[in-house]
């Protein structure tokens, strides 16, 4: 058996078996990937002191709402 013909019989068995054994702990390291994101942006905002300002612009959004 010739490489081409080994390379397709592994695309069709993986193309076959989606949802099984490939996608194994795909959750998890999403989640792990998106927590590491989540953490640098508020560590951003805290180390340049966007916190206030971030703050300050929303009490200012919600009083121009509410008329206060």
Known sequence: MNRIERWKRAVVSR???RGEKRDAGAGFVEYAGLMI??????????G???????????????????GG
């Open 15 to 17: 193309l076959r078996a």
């Open 37 to 46: 994101i989540i953490a640098g942006i508020f560590t951003l905002i805290d």
């Open 48 to 66: 340049l002191g966007l916190d206030g300002l971030i703050s300050d612009a929303i009490l200012n959004a919600v009083q121009e709402v509410i």
